[in-house]
């Protein structure tokens, strides 16, 4: 099975959610929430999609970078890649049945460890979402981390107690998911959160919390002081607010108030390599991929989401052979094109 037919049998069973476009730039979906795409008009996931696409890296070949080392150690845990798969929930209702729920947690969890890297559970309107990714992380001796939604703080320590028994690396909640009416009209009522809100779920926990969400530097700042150990610059894929901007205009800014002091991660239209390249010279630790792992799970199940994940690491890899990147360290600001 290679990634074309992969996507081929994707296209077949997302049809009237998702076309697999050559470009997911999320024109052709727009408005598709619940479904595959950004909210309102689609501009925020379009955007994603196309400030990343105008950032230009150098191409390098007189050096000496001929085995990049592309490892990354993500809170105490080693990655082949600085790449993990982000929690996505809801896959019935968003990706038209094409695939259950508990399969498609099983084939990230599985397909990602896989290739060296791990992926992120997350939580949804119907309370099993959770569930199930906690005992798939279960059988996997916890290795991944567990996203919840920013429910009332009672109700997020329960599922941060979840994701403790079953040994998971980290937790964390997705803020921006601080709006969802979905969740609401599910009996699951979701809001924002205070600094001391978050610093109470921080010390309910010896397990690092990460923020999933933060698009300033003042929000950075507050996740910070209230001890997290690690933010996703992100705006949730373009599905909680129309009319944000990307995380890539805001990466860097963000990189530099909080410097070493907290992981900090990107997300948000990671389609090849480069992209890669791209949010790490922008500031990112590790960026996180969304939309082209679900391709890959309905498509050809774990195989499909290892050779997806599989592609973005070795475009990766060439991608800093010809940046003369031999580390992470050397993939930094200087990379961009200026102009
Ligand atoms: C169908 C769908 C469902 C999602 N569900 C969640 C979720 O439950 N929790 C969460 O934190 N983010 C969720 N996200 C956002 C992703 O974690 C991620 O931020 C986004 O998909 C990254 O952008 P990309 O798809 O362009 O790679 C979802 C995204 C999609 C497309």
Redesign the pocket.
Same mark, same amino acid.
């Given at each position: 099975m290679n990634l074309k037919e992969v996507k081929d049998i994707a296209r077949k069973k997302m049809k009237g959610v998702c076309n697999i476009c050559r470009e997911?730039d999320g024109v052709w979906c727009r408005g598709m929430v619940p479904g595959?795409g950004g909210a309102g008009d689609g501009s925020t996931?379009q955007r !994603?999609?196309s400030k990343l696409r105008e950032i230009r890296i150098m191409m390098k070949t007189l050096h000496n970078a001929k085995n990049p080392n592309m490892k990354y150690e993500f809170l105490g845990k080693m990655l082949e890649t600085p790449m993990m798969i &982000?929690?996505?929930?809801?896959?019935d209702y !968003? &990706?038209g049945g094409s695939i259950k729920e508990e399969d498609y947690i099983d084939d990230i969890v599985n397909g990602s460890l896989e290739c060296g890297t791990i992926a992120?559970i997350?939580? $949804?309107g119907n309370p099993d979402?959770y569930k199930w990714g906690i005992e798939a992380l279960k059988k996997v001796d916890g290795n991944g981390v567990a996203?919840i939604?920013p429910r009332e703080n009672s109700e997020i320590i329960k599922r941060i107690k979840m994701a403790e028994e079953v040994g998971a690396l980290a937790v964390g909640v997705?803020t921006?998911?601080a709006g969802l009416l979905v969740m609401a009209s599910m009996g699951q009522p979701v809001g924002p959160k205070s600094k001391e809100e978050l610093k109470e779920l921080v010390n309910s926990t010896k397990l690092p919390f990460i923020v999933? $969400?933060i698009l300033s530097v003042e929000e950075a700042k507050i996740a910070m002081e209230a001890g997290v150990a690690g933010i996703?610059v992100?705006n949730?894929?373009?599905?909680v607010l129309n009319g944000t901007i990307s995380a890539v205009e805001t990466l860097t800014e963000i990189k530099k108030a909080v410097g070493d002091k907290m992981v900090v991660i990107a997300?948000? $239209?990671?389609r090849e390599g480069m992209d890669i390249v791209k949010f790490l010279a922008l500031g990112a630790n590790c960026i996180?991929? $969304?939309?082209?792992v679900?391709w890959g799970s309905v498509g050809g199940r774990r195989e499909g989401v290892k050779l997806t994940l599989d592609t973005l690491k070795n475009q990766f890899y060439q991608g800093m052979i010809l940046t003369g990147a031999k580390n992470l360290e050397e993939i930094n600001i200087d990379m961009v094109f200026k102009g």
């Open positions: 997911c595959m996931m !994603n999609y &982000a929690p996505i929930t809801g896959l !968003n &990706a992120m997350g939580d $949804g979402f996203i939604k997705d921006d998911g999933k $969400g996703i992100s949730h894929g373009g599905r997300d948000g $239209g990671v996180l991929v $969304g939309r082209p679900i």
